[in-house]
């Protein structure tokens, strides 16, 4: 792999709702125009739905980034997809909330932190809010996808997204509609002081040649619900549009829970 070097330049730190769990960030993204969006879970497995979207606008050199935050009741909010259409894609994974699924935003978005911007309210802890944005829901949490974590484009059309607690990846197509399941455990298998065998995949990723790649968490539901000591991350491969049996590339891990794809390109 090389070696890596990393300097902290800034730090986007946006207030939270008031969690029973530690708040913690997850999804990023970024607009057209190099606007930064991020989520955090907000309260994880229960409580109220109080995961953010905020939108951070630059420069991103200090410890006092500005931002506007676009929602602040997503239920367990997870990974983001941003679009061609700068349509915000954000998956909420609690299971039974009237919320779940993956939620579509669509702009205009602010564009700063006030009321020029299009940011003119607080939220309860008196950070800057939007004034309105639209949301839809595009798609719903109904078997398999019960528990959505994660969307991205399949590259053909269409879109993967992760269910995390039955151990699922499905396709849904351009509208949000179920096509396939691409993983799903072997049958008789359930969750218990094991995960699944294929794992519980929360993270996902594709690469240029259409490779799946999904970050298994390792979900077990004993001595307590979480993920235990074995998470790992594995890649599907596709042989004439069939998904092949996951493949893995690392396993041992604790709490693998997001996925990038880094491609490098050649120049002449």
């Known amino acids: 792999m090389g070696t890596f070097k990393a300097a902290e330049v800034g730090k986007l730190t946006p207030t939270y709702q008031p969690s029973a769990s530690n708040a913690e960030n997850y999804g990023c993204g970024f607009l057209r125009d190099g606007r930064v969006l991020t989520t955090d879970v907000g309260n994880q497995a229960a409580g109220t739905g109080d995961g953010q979207v905020i939108v951070w606008f630059p420069p991103f050199d200090s410890r006092q980034v500005r931002y506007c ?13 941003v679009d061609a259409q700068d349509r915000i894609y954000v998956a909420s994974a609690r299971p039974g909330n009237a919320s779940t699924g993956v939620v579509r935003y669509t702009g205009p978005f602010p564009t700063s932190d006030d009321a020029a911007g299009g940011c003119g309210k607080k939220d309860a802890t008196g950070a800057p809010m939007a004034d309105s944005v639209s949301r839809q829901t595009f798609v719903t949490a109904a078997p398999p996808i019960l528990t959505p974590n994660a969307m991205v484009p399949t590259g053909h059309g269409g879109f ?8 699922v990846i ?17 049958a008789g298998e359930t969750l218990g002081t094991k995960t699944y065998s294929t794992g519980t995949p929360l993270g996902l990723g594709v690469d240029a040649e259409g490779t799946l790649y999904y970050a298994d968490i390792g979900i077990v539901l004993s ?7 074995n998470g790992s991350v594995r890649r599907i491969r596709f042989v004439d ?6 493949e893995v590339l690392a396993d041992g891990l604790a709490y693998p829970d997001g996925i990038g794809i880094y491609q490098p390109t050649t120049r002449g």
């Not at 993967?160 to 151990?167: A, C, D, K």
């Not at 549009?241 to 996951?246: D, E, I, L, M, V």
């Open 160 to 167: 993967y997204v992760s269910s995390v607690f039955n151990g």
């Open 223 to 229: 001595p307590e619900v979480g993920p235990g000591p």
């Open 69 to 81: 935050k676009l929602d602040v009741s997503i239920a367990t909010a997870g990974q983001i997809y």
């Open 170 to 186: 499905a396709e849904v197509d351009n509208d949000g509609k179920f096509v396939r399941s691409v993983l799903t455990p072997p």
């Open 241 to 246: 549009g069939a998904p092949q049996t996951p």
